[in-house]
């Protein structure tokens, strides 16, 4: 822990407190954890014939969230985007770690941000079992561990010429939500702060999908990486993009960002994935008992590149590309 040294004043609470009241609970343990939090490290049990599949994102405050967000929703999402990297891999979530550094030790704000993270944690049964606190500017890191059946992971390589392109869920709703902090329905809103990773989609995706990856910086960027990773391109009918009720209620066909935000936007955590043809009609009735749902938006193509095009055949030209840290 990288606490003040001895004898100066640190956080009001000591960090063992804090650990002890927000962190430590009273839920049946996962039985792969031999020792979760309180010993200077974990011990996990991988089951037998799976992999260990890890994954890691930080939130800054600041840059991944304004300080309008609410502690629920930090807490929400620092977990929810790992789960996110979970699903677009097939894995099935277990286990999480958990970074905390903050400017003071708020009780009021470390119970909503302990409430949120841990609402989405018991969903998919994620023991939280170890993590660090730290004093200074407010960052949360999370790492997510998960299991797949060896040999059965989804990578990001693996599509094909022909393959069907598909996205789970609605885009442009975290987009849409950013652009109008003020003016968005509720619904709009909660696809920014509560976003829900498609972990039940990614584990039926498992038995169809030549390739995946989740759309975290927006599908032009997300679906670029895909392509990248064999060299191929794809052609897209943008009027197909998958747009929720809410987003269409609040743009029209004739604003470029109802094209522009399910293109370029990010934070929308839907999983986009390649599918052989022979196994659409397979892939699309496993998935139709997933809430989320899926559509079709585009076909993988031997030639590099993002084509897009309109219902009428015309090309679709688009200035977006995805958000980038570091440009
Ligand atoms: P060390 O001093 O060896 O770094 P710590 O005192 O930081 O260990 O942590 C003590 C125990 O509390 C460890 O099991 C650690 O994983 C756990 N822990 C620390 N911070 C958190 C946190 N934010 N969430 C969950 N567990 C935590
Ligand atoms: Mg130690």
Redesign the pocket.
Known sequence: ?NGPPAGEPGMSET??E??RRY??REVPARRDVIA???????ILQVPAGRELVVCMDTLVAGVHFSAATSAAAIGHKALAVNLSDLAAMGAEPAWA????TMPEDDPDWLGRFAQGFFSLADDYRVQ??????ARGPLAVTVQAHGFVPAGRVTRRRGARPGDRIYVTGTLGDAGLALQRPEGVAAAVRQRLDFPQPRIRAGLVLRDHASAAIDVSDGLLADLGHLLEADALGANLEVDRLPRSAAFRASLTDRNPLFYDLPLGAGDDYELCFTVPGARCAAMEAALAGVACGCTRIGVIEAAAGIRCHRQDGSTYHTAVSGYQHFR
């Open positions: 822990m960090e063992f804090i650990i962190f430590v979760g939090i309180g010993d200077d490290a974990a770690t958990l970074s905390l939280l079992v170890g993590g660090d606190i």
